[in-house]
């Protein structure tokens, strides 16, 4: 059985480093979709919902870049949903 998508927001902020990655849930990830090349002209702060049912703040104004991609199985990034135990429980 395969795991179902999941959605990633990739950021690259002005300051440099690693890329942000959020886990976002399905319909905030359709609804920035359209958005994003918006947001990242105006430099607006959005709020989108993440896999885990919270919210993050971004300010796209801190933006470099920014893509979706698809998060492989098993990967743990900020909103990542709790995965359930594998294995015996005690």
């Known amino acids: 059985m395969s795991e179902p998508k999941r959605n990633a927001l990739v950021l690259h902020l002005a ?53 979706f991609d698809e998060l492989p199985p098993r990967t743990q990034v900020y909103g990542s949903a709790a995965r359930a135990n594998h294995g015996f429980r005690a």
């Open 15 to 67: 300051s440099g480093g690693e890329p942000l990655v959020y886990a976002l849930a399905d319909a905030s990830a359709k609804g920035l979709a359209g958005r994003l090349q918006t947001l990242m002209s105006s430099g607006a702060v959005d709020t989108p919902e993440l896999e885990d049912g919270n919210r993050v703040a971004i300010n796209f104004a801190h933006v470099v870049t920014a893509h």
